[in-house]
């Protein structure tokens, strides 16, 4: 199964437009307003299509003081601000690889005692492993600098989330 799989939009049950790079940092920081240590979020969209950019949001408004970058090479990288993040990139990632060999699994553990907020790019392979987690797609907005953030939540987008991704999707 190829990790570079992104999913349509249709699947996603909420969305939430935004205006370039500054947009897309103000929606992660509003996500730091809802996000726990326990929760997983997985971020799905093509390459340049701001992922990187709404985790950065996110991280700085959590506290995070480094520099926060794409793992694409390095595959994880940890950060500590409010609380321990860690920012997984599987682009890379060969179909075959077993993600054991890249410490996922050790992840998981913290992810369910809660002692780490789990962020990961191009995450089709992670998402079976996770019972529960909340999912985020780009996609174009139909003018160079907007996106479409589309949200849903495995089983189910928590109320706090939904609040933040206000139009029903396809109203988007």
């Known amino acids: 199964m190829d990790s570079r799989i992104i999913p349509e939009p249709a699947g996603f049950a909420r969305c939430r437009l935004t205006h370039g790079p500054a947009g897309t940092r103000a929606l992660g920081r509003d996500l730091a307003g809802v996000v726990r240590p326990g929760d997983a979020v997985l971020v799905y969209g093509e390459l340049g ?78 998402a079976p492993l996770l019972a529960r987690r909340v999912e985020l797609l780009a996609a174009g907005g139909g003018q160079p600098d907007q996106r479409r953030w589309y949200a849903r939540g495995v089983p189910e987008l928590p109320a706090a989330w939904a609040v933040l991704f206000p139009e029903a999707n396809p109203a988007c």
Do not use: M
Not at 50 to 70: M, P, W, Y
Not at 111 to 118: H, I, P, Q, Y
């Open 49 to 126: 299509a701001g992922k990187t950019c709404l985790i950065q949001g996110l991280c700085a408004t959590l506290g995070v003081k480094e520099a926060v970058l794409s793992p694409s090479f390095t595959l994880i990288n940890r950060y500590q601000g409010r609380w321990t993040i860690d920012h997984l990139d599987f682009y890379r990632v060969a179909p075959e690889h077993d993600l054991h060999d890249i410490g996922v699994l050790e992840l998981l553990d913290e992810l369910a005692d809660r002692r780490t907020v789990l962020l990961a790019e191009w995450p089709h392979r992670l």
